[in-house]
T-cell receptor, first 114, second 111 residues
Framework: GAGVSQSPSNKVTEKGKDVELRCDPI?????LYWYRQSLGQGLEFLIY????????KSGLPSDRFSAERTGGSVSTLTIQRTQQEDSAVYLC????????????FGQGTRLTVV | QKEVEQDPGPLSVPEGAIVSLNCTYS??????FMWYRQYSRKGPELLMY????GNKEDGRFTAQVDKSSKYISLFIRDSQPSDSATYLC???????????FGDGTTLTVKP
């Protein structure tokens, strides 16, 4: 695809339910990042993948959060037993192997926990 | 205290003005410095990135990094209404996947 694609665009879920957020990076990009952004705030780092490995998962807020990446491409961020404080925009970014920045972001998934 | 502090704004300027956006940081390990533009309900868009100290120019945009002062700036010349957005600074160390972002400055350029 032309850019980083995230789905769904919006997700409303009930407290206590599990949710899965998907990120399709730009083809060939080996680095993939997940961030979340609360209203009026900057981006909060969650996890970084290089290929299928996650050398830095230090930003995952609790063991309710997990992420995987398969085939060096698609990544899924899973939040179990969602809480209201999980409400935020979840952003995915990718870059190629030579990049040192989060070069391209997706449009985000807006998660609302009610 | 946050590792990255960004002038909160909001900032409102007339079209054609020069805009200065600024961030300070405390972590001397930061080596890569980025500026992103984010329109409402969109993902951030990378505008500029600089390695270590110095200036970088791209069209109407100039990024400056002063590592001795732990201070970075983004200048926008001849600002346009289409520049109205939130601007985020970000930075990272040499081997870190993680970037640390400022909270953003919202800019409005009035025609």
């Amino acid at each position: 695809g032309a850019g980083v694609s995230q789905s769904p665009s919006n997700k409303v879920t009930e407290k206590g339910k599990d949710v899965e957020l998907r990120c399709d990076p730009i083809s060939g990009h080996t680095a993939l990042y997940w961030y979340r952004q609360s209203l009026g705030q900057g981006l909060e780092f969650l996890i970084y993948f290089q290929g299928n490995s996650a050398p830095d998962k230090s930003g995952l807020p609790s063991d309710r959060f997990s992420a995987e990446r398969t085939g060096g491409s698609v990544s899924t961020l899973t939040i179990q037993r969602t809480q209201q404080e999980d409400s935020a925009v979840y952003l995915c970014a990718s870059s190629d192997s030579g990049g040192n920045t989060e070069a391209f972001f997706g449009q985000g998934t807006r998660l609302t926990v009610v | 205290q946050k590792e990255v502090e960004q002038d909160p704004g909001p900032l409102s300027v007339p079209e054609g003005a020069i805009v200065s956006l600024n961030c300070t940081y405390s972590n001397s390990a930061f080596q890569y410095f980025m500026w992103y533009r984010q329109y409402s309900r969109k993902g951030p868009e990378l505008l500029m990135y600089t390695y270590s100290s110095g200036n970088k120019e791209d069209g109407r945009f100039t990024a400056q990094v002063d590592k001795s002062s732990k201070y970075i700036s983004l200048f926008i010349r001849d600002s346009q209404p289409s520049d109205s957005a939130t601007y985020l600074c970000a930075m990272k160390g040499t081997n870190a996947g993680k970037s640390t972002f400022g909270d953003g400055t919202t800019l409005t350029v009035k025609p």
